[in-house]
């Protein structure tokens, strides 16, 4: 019998359609979770916590491909140190990793830096963790989910007046297209760094806002913010951009017609 995959962050945004796409795959999949599930669909959930490393000993044994999708606002590299640390002590599964574009071009270096890009600087150092960890590794750079601008959009557009970023463009990319891109690099030879994947589109802040506020039928004052600092003078420059090859095909737009088909 083969043996299983790991995913990590299974439950999440991305890894909820890495899992199928596994499944469909002829994978066996195991799933890692802070919380019980009912094992389902020829999935194994397991419990443990990465940031704890609780539990991770007995979630990679006998595996040999872990797909590390589960991340969050801080605290990546901790959790990317844990789950390696694990992972080498059961042997040398192939570990694929999701990353962020412009982890290695966003300088994190004043507190404002480090709270409103210190996400970049985490991710960047998981990047360094897998990398340097003697396992065979993979790790792909995404831009931003259509499902994170929209989570951010639709707490935004409750306010009277939208703050947005001035000068600061985004390229949002279709989570689905993203899982399916790990999953073949998931079922590949290690491959180190790959080239990025993007959506087909690059945005200003202000529009991809309008675009939403057309979408639910409401009016809204939008006013450009111009933020300080190293890490906002990069995004500035594009370097959470990646438009060449724009790998994805669904845009902002396409995602809002299909995810709020009549407005709210």
């Known amino acids: ?5 790991l995913v990590t962050g299974g439950t999440g945004t991305l890894g909820r359609l890495v899992v199928p796409l596994l499944r469909d795959s002829g994978c066996q999949v195991r799933v890692l979770s802070r919380r019980g599930h009912e094992s389902r669909d020829g999935v194994e959930f397991m419990i443990g916590d990465l940031a704890t490393g609780e ?10 491909t872990i797909v590390h999708c589960a991340g969050s606002s801080r605290g990546d590299e901790d959790k990317a140190r844990n789950l390696v640390r694990a992972a080498s002590r059961a042997g040398d599964p192939h570990l694929v990793y999701i990353s962020v574009v412009g982890a290695d071009r966003t300088p994190v270096v004043s507190g404002l830096d480090r709270a409103m890009f210190g996400y970049f600087a985490s991710k960047r150092a998981a990047e360094e963790i897998v990398a340097d960890s003697g396992l065979p590794w993979t790790t792909l750079r995404a831009t931003q989910f259509h499902d994170l601008v929209l989570m951010v959009v639709t707490q935004m557009a409750k306010l009277p007046v939208i703050p947005v970023l001035a000068g600061v463009r985004f390229q949002p990319v279709d989570a689905g297209e993203v899982a399916a891109r790990m999953v073949e690099l998931s079922l590949g030879k290690p491959a180190g760094l790959v080239p990025d994947i993007a959506g087909p589109r690059v945005y200003r802040m202000d529009e991809l806002v309008r675009g939403y506020l057309r979408a639910i039928h409401r009016r809204r004052l939008i006013m450009p913010v111009r933020l300080p600092g190293k890490g906002a003078r990069a995004l500035r420059a594009g370097a959470n951009l990646a438009p060449e090859p724009a790998v994805g095909h669904r845009t ?7 995810r709020l088909p009549s407005g709210r």
């Open 55 to 64: 539990g991770l000993d007995a979630a990679v044994d006998g595996v040999e």
């Open 1 to 5: 019998m083969a043996s299983p995959f």
């Open 252 to 258: 902002w737009e396409d995602f809002l017609a299909d």
